[in-house]
T-cell receptor, first 114, second 112 residues
Framework: DGGITQSPKYLFRKEGQNVTLSCEQN?????MYWYRQDPGQGLRLIYY???????QKGDIAEGYSVSREKKESFPLTVTSAQKNPTAFYLC?????????????FGEGSRLTVL | QKEVEQDPGPLSVPEGAIVSLNCTYS??????FMWYRQYSRKGPELLMY????GNKEDGRFTAQVDKSSKYISLFIRDSQPSDSATYLC????????????FGEGTQLTVNP
């Protein structure tokens, strides 16, 4: 089955620790995205990547970092510099050839900072 | 001011009701309009996708776009308890690829 796999589903972290969220897709999609979802704020774009070894900041990139070493993988690191990291994080992908706007999402990772 | 405004609800209706969900936007460069459905603790999934002004129907769902008023709607006919979810409008400029701008999402509950 093709899709996007995010792990872990739930994660707890102490203040001051970095944490990495995994996102893997087997859809052969070119573009991948990381969104953050908070109550009352919809989805906000953190980082996106349209090709391997290249990525761009979204609207709320501060305190986050990403890499895109393989087409299938786009991990997100939430660093200790992120002031309010508790949120639901969503990874998405897009074929980037036609069908503008049709994103495929993973099931999300819920991060809680204790 | 947010580029996309969506009433967050929550909205609670009886089974069989007609549901109307709405978004307004300020960026006239938005050309593609989408509705995503998100069940609790899951990722969003694309429900409807429209480009031009007018109506697009898919089963019990109708997406409506009015570019002159910068207003989009999603209508759900004969609503079912399985329609209970958060509905997110999203839109994108033609030159932005798939860098979407999302509304806040409206939480809908359909009561049996």
């Amino acid at each position: 089955d093709g899709g996007i796999t995010q792990s872990p589903k739930y994660l707890f972290r102490k203040e001051g620790q970095n944490v990495t969220l995994s996102c893997e897709q087997n859809l052969n999609h070119d573009a991948m995205y990381w969104y953050r979802q908070d109550p009352g704020q919809g989805l906000r774009l953190i980082y996106y990547s349209q090709i391997v070894n290249d990525f761009q900041k979204g609207d709320i990139a501060e305190g986050y970092s990403v890499s895109r070493e393989k087409k299938e993988s786009f991990p997100l690191t939430v660093t200790s510099a992120q002031k309010n990291p508790t949120a639901f994080y969503l990874c998405a992908s897009h074929l980037d050839r036609g069908n503008t706007g049709e994103l495929f999402f993973g099931e999300g990772s819920r991060l809680t900072v204790l | 001011q947010k580029e996309v405004e969506q009433d967050p609800g929550p909205l609670s209706v009886p089974e069989g009701a007609i549901v109307s969900l709405n978004c307004t936007y300020s960026n006239s460069a938005f050309q593609y309009f989408m509705w995503y459905r998100q069940y609790s603790r899951k990722g969003p999934e694309l429900l409807m996708y429209t480009y031009s002004s007018g109506n697009k129907e898919d089963g019990r769902f109708t997406a409506q776009v009015d570019k002159s008023s910068k207003y989009i709607s999603l209508f759900i006919r004969d609503s079912q308890p399985s329609d209970s979810a958060t509905y997110l409008c999203a839109m994108v400029e033609e030159t932005s690829g798939s860098r979407l701008t999302f509304g806040e999402g409206t939480q809908l509950t359909v009561n049996p």
